[in-house]
């Protein structure tokens, strides 16, 4: 493709993307939120509408490819023509695209509202544990290590148990200027393993290994039993509704995936699964262990916003600034929980959706546009279930689409679930949690589990931002990420 047919390519993508815009665009007057559905539509159909080999074309003609433009889209396609032609020949509706400072500043305004303003430093997020209670002084040096935001995942506990972590929290931030934002992590519909049946000298748990069978009882009073000479192991789940599409052939996945099976026969009483493969020879089960049906449309029986979210949401609106809604699928769970914040307080809470399901991701783009409705919302990238749910050769590609696609619409992302995990627990990171921990910088926020090691894990992110923040270190862009002496 020569120079003046790249030219009229990229003019005709143009257009046809503005037409394409025009047509979904209601607002008359732009204002930011408008301004960022413009650019994700732009962002959609130029990914549509563009020929396959634009990006490497644009290389060649030493112009940056368009997957480096995607929060000001519009205004990058349109200097590229201008470029090319030294004249913009066709209409182009300047005022209604954003351009790179303004997409850069709207982001940024965006994060320092939704999770406060820091000077030169990441939001990291770190789960709070009960243990930590026992040892107040650990808050202490999860705020003096950099901790921006503190997570309470009320999948786990109780009330008594949130309050107490957030108040011992309050007590030892009191010293600092900076105020730790509070995120409750609403349970939604997480199916889990009910109780099982404790043997001799042992606490319920069940042993199991691939090519054993697993029956799966349709009830949650029902109490798991090992397998015996004549029975194979079973168990109950806590959410029965959930197994109504479950078909022969699905897969299911226990424990964040260390348990692979797939579905044999299905009764009124109960689903029976054959275990295909175990991370170890032998793996354990245990009650409240999360069990996940990735083929089985849960989402049509389950409602993401259930009345204990509801409740949840009456019994701490007063003690959070940030809430999760696990799960989503689909624009309007944003709405439920919009609409049950605002009848309990006029204070404006943060929104943030978790996309962890196959469902939440091919809905994203209405997701992110109901969430732009609202003053404060972001994406958090829950990376445990998604990996589950989509399956591990599509989990980087989806990864890597959430984040493009929230840029697009210059949304704060938070980048959660297994970053610096054995840094975490034996204060030694691997060099793949090195690169994941790297990857992560993209986010606004980083999220840390748990583990004794978390406010070293804080530092040594903190640290990392510094220098990839530094131009002397790194240039984001560049082809070489270091200064070379001499050259």
């Known amino acids: 493709m020569d120079q003046a047919q790249l030219k009229e390519n990229l003019i005709k993508l143009r257009d046809d993307t503005q037409t394409t815009i025009v047509k979904h665009t209601e607002d008359k007057d732009i204002d930011s939120t408008t301004l960022s559905k413009i650019n994700l539509r732009a962002f959609f159909a130029v990914h549509r509408m563009a020929h396959p080999n634009l990006n490497n074309i644009l290389r060649e ?18 200097k590229i023509i201008f470029h090319l032609s030294k004249e913009v020949s066709t209409p182009y509706l300047k005022n209604e695209f954003i351009d790179v400072n303004t997409a850069n500043s709207l982001k940024e305004e965006r994060k320092d509202q939704l999770f406060g303003k820091t000077i030169n430093q990441k939001h990291i997020m770190v789960t709070l544990d009960r243990k930590m209670l026992n040892t107040p002084e650990v808050f202490n040096d999860l705020l003096q290590a950099g901790m921006t935001i503190a997570r309470i995942n009320c999948a786990h506990d109780d009330l008594t148990v949130w309050k107490k972590m957030i108040q011992t929290l309050k007590m030892a931030e009191e010293p600092y200027n900076s105020k730790c934002k509070i995120f409750i992590d609403l349970p939604g519909p997480k199916i889990r393993i009910g109780p099982i049946k404790p043997s001799k000298n042992k606490n319920g748990l ?7 069978i697993l029956r799966i009882y349709k009830n949650d009073k029902y ?13 109950g789940v806590t959410l029965p509704k959930a197994l109504r599409n479950v078909r022969l052939g699905d897969r299911v996945y226990i424990d964040d995936g260390k348990i692979v099976a797939k579905i044999l026969s299905n009764t009124e009483e109960y689903i029976e699964t054959k275990i ?8 354990t089960i245990y009650p409240e262990n999360g069990i996940n049906f990735p083929d089985s449309l849960v989402h049509l029986n389950v409602p993401t916003v259930s009345e204990s979210d509801l409740t949840i949401l009456k019994s701490m609106y007063t003690d959070f600034d940030l809430v999760g809604i696990s799960y989503i699928n689909h624009p309007k769970d944003i709405q ?13 809470k943060g929104i943030i959706a978790k996309i962890e399901t196959k469902n939440a991701i091919f809905s994203l783009s209405k997701i992110i546009m109901e969430g732009l409705n ?34 697009a619409a210059h949304i704060p992302v938070i980048w959660a679930t297994g970053v610096l995990e054995n840094m975490n627990k034996k204060n030694i990171p691997s060099i793949p949690e090195l690169t994941d921990a790297h990857a992560g910088l993209r986010a606004d926020c980083i999220m840390l589990n748990k583990g004794p090691y978390v406010p070293n894990s804080i530092e040594f992110l903190q640290k990392l931002n510094e220098i990839n923040q530094d131009p002397q270190f790194h240039v984001r862009n560049s082809l070489v990420s270091f200064v070379q002496y001499d050259f």
Not at 206 to 212: A, C, M, P, S
């Open 206 to 212: 069940i042993k199991i290994k691939k090519n054993d």
């Open 276 to 283: 295909l493969l175990t991370r170890k020879k032998e793996e």
């Open 223 to 235: 109490i798991g039993t090992p397998k015996t000479d004549h029975e194979p192991a079973t168990v």
């Open 374 to 407: 609202f003053g404060l919302f972001g994406v958090m990238i829950a990376r445990g279930d998604l990996v589950i749910e989509i399956g591990l050769e599509q989990f980087l590609s989806a990864q890597e689409g959430i984040l493009e696609i929230c840029h």
């Open 336 to 348: 439920i929980v919009k609409h049950q914040l605002d009848m309990l307080t006029e204070d404006e």
């Open 61 to 78: 003609k030493g112009f940056l490819p368009l997957s480096n433009s995607s929060p000001h889209l519009m205004d990058t396609l349109n």
